[in-house]
């Protein structure tokens, strides 16, 4: 049975960077589904990309393990996402948001979270603005940032 690593922590924490290292160590990547725009610093295979209607869609028939807005769009994981990587040989890794991390641990035992800390706001806004955000985005996400840490 496989087991899932989960990265957890605030936009341009270190998370992407993280998992790419360990895609090039035969990790395999849990794909998710979002209603965001592709980002050029995206995962390949990280994201099934929808529009707001088919994620609907998909959250009405129930296919999402968990689902949540964030920054103005919508997230998700599909159960069969899940499933799969649990029946993967190598382990599977995901980033997610820390208020999902106990959904998933709820539905498999076969989960080992990592939470990374915030960088300091001036290398935030630099990662943040390296990989693409809007200006007005990165504001929002440095004035939001480390509201997970303190929880």
């Known amino acids: 049975m496989g087991q899932i690593i989960t990265f957890t922590g605030d936009s ?43 994620f609907a869609e998909q959250e009405k028939q129930q296919a999402f393990i968990w689902a949540t807005s964030y920054a103005g769009n919508r997230y998700g994981t599909h159960y069969m996402c899940i499933d799969a990587a649990l029946r993967a040989a190598e382990p599977q890794v995901m980033i ?13 035992a076969d989960v080992v979270p990592f939470f990374i800390r915030t960088p300091p706001v001036d290398l935030l806004r630099e990662r943040l603005h390296q990989r693409g955000d809007f200006p007005d985005s990165i504001e929002k996400r440095v004035a939001s940032a480390g509201q997970w840490e303190a929880q």
């Open 12 to 54: 341009g924490s270190g998370k992407s960077t993280l998992v790419r290292a360990l895609l090039d160590y035969n990790f395999g990547l849990v794909r998710s589904s979002t209603t965001r725009k592709i980002r050029s610093s995206d995962l390949a295979g990280e994201y099934e990309y929808l529009s707001l209607g088919e």
């Open 96 to 108: 997610l948001v820390p208020d999902v991390v106990p959904l998933l641990l709820a539905y498999t």
